[in-house]
């Protein structure tokens, strides 16, 4: 059973075709940063800005809204763009990544920005934080949801483990964490670097509900989101897999585009590729 329509579908794949030029272009013109994530997560920041958060991009301290912890965060650009075009910020705001006294850091930092709920760059801390933010929140406020996107490589820290184990404690069915699992890291595939398999049975043995899913198809994605909201008894871990360099045929799967951004011609040929979508 599909939660959404074709219609609905339509539009996300739109919005994460518009996230993927953006991140292109900002990269492309700030000359430095990370590349393979951010395009290999269009789609599902598309899904959360677009469809699934509970939020208000005029009023990003909306005591209400659902929090939105993103962990990796070296991937900021993807959810740069798509706050600025969900409309927490004017979308030529973008070209400032990585500029001296632009709020939009290489790394995302909670107090300049507002609607990012924690500043991020060292991994392995966002679910903690995560785990915290949710246990709070549930004391004062029902129907309310915390998510924590994390990537593969970061399940190699020894940190996101307690955090796990705390959660599976405490029941939390109010959190939902989102493993970017592209298989790449800095320097190779995760399984040569440090092998994290297997992953869902790992966090089920912590006490969670996983499920895993393709992570560059939003249907699947919303749907998987939506079973783990119905949960009452345990957080979820949602397992997504993803291409890395998702849309730019040259560099997907590629572990050598982890820190590495387009020069000028290869942003006018990936702009090309991906069709030229308002
Ligand atoms: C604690 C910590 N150690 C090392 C780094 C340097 N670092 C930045 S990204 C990265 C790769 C991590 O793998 P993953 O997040 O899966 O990379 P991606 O899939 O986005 O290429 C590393 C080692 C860091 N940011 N924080
Ligand atoms: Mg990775």
Known sequence: MSFLSETDVAHLEHHARVIRREVITMLGKAKSGHTAGPLGLADIFAAFYFHILKHDPKNPEWEERDRLILSNGHVAPVRYAAMALAGYFDVDELQTLRQFGSRLQGHPERLH????ETTSGPLGEGLSQAVGIALGVRM???????????????????????????????????????IDRNSIQISGGTEEVMPVEPLGEKYEAFGWNSILVDGNDVEMFCDAVERARMESEKPTVIIAHTVSGKGVSDIEGDYMWHGRVPNEREVEAWLQELGDEK
């Not at 483990?161 to 599976?168: H, N, R, S, T």
């Open 113 to 116: 920005l507002p609607g990012v």
């Open 140 to 178: 004062d406020i029902a129907n309310n949801h915390t998510y924590c996107v994390m990537s593969d490589g970061e399940q190699q820290c020894g940190a996101v483990w307690e955090a796990a184990m705390l959660a599976g404690k405490e029941r939390l069915a109010n959190l939902t964490a989102v």
